[in-house]
C-alpha cells in the first residue's frame, strides 16, 4: 500500500523435535497488522512442540486484543516421515507434484469465528534414501 512502511505478513520456523513452519497474514495493512501476525508467530515459537490445534486456538487467544490473523502451520516430521497442515482463514497447503498422500480432516468450527482445518499424510518422496 502506497506509504506504508511495514507488511502485514510474517512468517516463523520452529525447530523442536519437528519442524514447524508458521505463516500468519495480519488483517488489514501497516502496524496493526504487522502486530498481530508478530504476535501468533511469536506465539508458536514459544510452543514449539505443542498440536496444531493449540496453536491456532491458544495463539489466536494470545493476540485477541490486535486485529487477529489469517495463519497456516505446516510441521514437518523427518522421524516419521509425515507431515501436517492445519490454518485458519485464507491460508492454504498445496502440494506440487511428488508422491504425497494426505489424509484430509475438518476440525470442528463450533465457538470460532472462523474454520480450521487439519490434514496429515506420508510423504515417501522427502525419505532419505
Given at each position: 500500500m502506497p506509504g506504508e512502511v511495514v507488511c502485514g505478513d510474517d512468517v516463523?520456523?520452529?525447530r523442536g523435535?519437528?519442524?514447524?513452519?508458521?505463516?500468519?497474514d495480519?488483517?488489514?495493512?501497516?502496524p496493526a497488522a504487522a502486530e498481530?501476525?508478530?504476535g501468533f508467530c511469536d506465539f508458536a515459537e514459544g510452543h514449539p512442540d505443542r498440536?496444531?490445534?493449540f496453536l491456532l486456538r491458544e495463539g489466536g487467544a494470545a493476540i485477541k486484543k490486535t486485529r487477529g490473523v489469517a495463519a497456516g502451520i505446516l510441521r514437518i516430521d523427518e522421524a516419521r516421515n509425515t507431515v501436517w497442515f492445519a490454518g485458519v482463514g485464507n491460508i492454504?497447503?498445496?502440494?506440487?507434484?511428488?508422491d504425497f498422500h494426505p489424509s484430509v480432516r475438518r476440525a470442528s468450527s463450533e465457538g470460532r469465528?472462523?474454520?480450521s482445518s487439519a490434514s496429515g499424510g506420508r510423504c515417501p518422496a522427502a525419505s532419505s534414501s
Open positions: 516463523a520456523v520452529v523435535e519437528t519442524v514447524t513452519i508458521v505463516v500468519a495480519g488483517l488489514g495493512h501497516g498481530a501476525a508478530r498440536d496444531l490445534e492454504e497447503l498445496r502440494s506440487l507434484g511428488g469465528s472462523a474454520a
